[in-house]
């Protein structure tokens, strides 16, 4: 397992122990004390938040110049103008982890002028640690992984709990709630493409990106366009990502669907 990017050890390290501390609760049935809603569909719990006190303590020890993008804390000041940047989900997948599901994972990234370097996501309750690095490949548990090669859309696997209208051709694989671990399902062969039309903001893929990435999928916005994070709006207009055989027809598939959302964004 190469690992040339001296930043990548620590950071692994850092995930892990953020996991370990996570676990505790979920593993032990700890009762969470405080549990509330940001917004409609958005829990948050006392974990999130300790685990969040945890990696931005240590990682911006790691590197003090980066900047902090987080789902759970504020964001630095001059973010968006920095060249490094932390973007990290204390718990993707927070409602699997309330519920006591496995669906969940610590996700950590780096990013550096504008591109994910260094992708990490923990998913203890899972015994599954994921990592990816620029032009190292991407790993689960010491494996390297190589998304699979679906040729069409139809039979394409996804993640999700149902299909409806044009989407009844694809097959339903089980769906973690973190969508993170989504994404990665692509790289290890485990899904064929991946799609969110609402996706929130980046914290929520960063990570997920680069792993699927090293793995050989294409990820895009649901338009086909190419992301970019730490931008000053954290937000982007979905995300898609596929097996290189069907990016572009699923891209094609959800095109009006993502333009009606569009316009919804800008009434």
Same mark, same amino acid.
């Given at each position: 397992?190469?690992?040339?990017?001296?930043?990548?050890?620590?950071?692994?390290?850092?995930?892990?122990?953020?996991?370990?501390?996570?676990?505790?609760?979920?593993?032990?049935?700890?009762?969470?004390?405080?549990?509330?809603?940001?917004?409609? *569909?958005?829990?948050?719990?006392?974990?999130?938040?300790?685990?969040?006190?945890?990696?931005?303590?240590?990682?911006?020890?790691?590197?003090?110049? +980066?900047?902090?993008?987080?789902?759970?804390?504020?964001?630095?000041? *001059?973010?968006?103008?920095?060249?490094?940047?932390?973007?990290?989900?204390?718990?993707?997948?927070?409602?699997?982890?309330?519920?006591?599901?496995?669906?969940?994972?610590?996700?950590? +990234?780096?990013?550096?002028? *504008?591109?994910?370097?260094?992708?990490?996501?923990?998913?203890?309750?899972?015994?599954?640690?994921?990592?990816?690095?620029?032009?190292?490949?991407?790993?689960?548990?010491?494996?390297?992984?190589?998304?699979?090669?679906?040729?069409?859309?139809?039979?394409?696997?996804?993640?999700?709990?149902?299909?409806?209208?044009?989407?009844? &051709?694809?097959?339903?694989?089980?769906?973690?709630?973190?969508?993170?671990?989504?994404?990665?399902?692509?790289?290890?062969?485990?899904?064929?493409?991946?799609?969110?039309?609402?996706?929130?903001?980046?914290?929520?893929?960063?990570?997920?990106?680069?792993?699927?990435?090293?793995?050989?999928?294409?990820?895009?916005?649901?338009? *086909?366009?190419?992301?970019?994070?730490?931008?000053?709006?954290?937000?982007?207009?979905?995300?898609?990502?596929?097996?290189?055989?069907?990016?572009?027809?699923?891209?094609?598939?959800?095109? &009006?669907?993502?333009?009606?959302?569009?316009?919804?964004?800008?009434?």
């Amino acid at each position: 397992m190469p690992a040339s990017d001296p930043r990548l050890a620590p950071i692994i390290d850092i995930a892990k122990d953020a996991a370990h501390a996570a676990m505790g609760y979920w593993a032990l049935g700890k009762r969470v004390e405080k549990q509330w809603e940001k917004e409609p *569909g958005h829990p948050v719990s006392e974990t999130d938040l300790m685990v969040d006190a945890l990696l931005r303590e240590r990682l911006s020890a790691l590197i003090p110049e +980066a900047a902090w993008l987080s789902e759970e804390s504020a964001a630095s000041p *001059g973010r968006a103008e920095k060249r490094f940047a932390w973007v990290v989900d204390p718990i993707d997948g927070t409602r699997d982890f309330i519920r006591g599901r496995p669906g969940w994972a610590v996700s950590v +990234a780096l990013v550096e002028d *504008g591109e994910v370097a260094i992708g990490i996501l923990a998913a203890p309750a899972r015994n599954e640690l994921w990592w990816a690095a620029r032009g190292e490949g991407a790993w689960r548990n010491g494996v390297r992984l190589r998304c699979g090669s679906h040729p069409t859309l139809s039979k394409a696997r996804v993640p999700a709990d149902h299909l409806r209208g044009i989407d009844i &051709d694809y097959v339903l694989v089980p769906k973690p709630n973190s969508i993170a671990l989504r994404i990665a399902m692509v790289a290890a062969d485990e899904a064929d493409a991946v799609a969110s039309i609402r996706w929130g903001a980046e914290w929520d893929i960063a990570a997920a990106c680069i792993i699927a990435r090293e793995a050989g999928a294409i990820v895009t916005d649901v338009l *086909g366009r190419p992301l970019r994070f730490n931008r000053p709006d954290p937000r982007a207009l979905g995300i898609l990502c596929a097996v290189p055989q069907i990016h572009a027809a699923g891209v094609a598939r959800l095109h &009006d669907r993502a333009v009606a959302v569009l316009g919804e964004g800008q009434s």
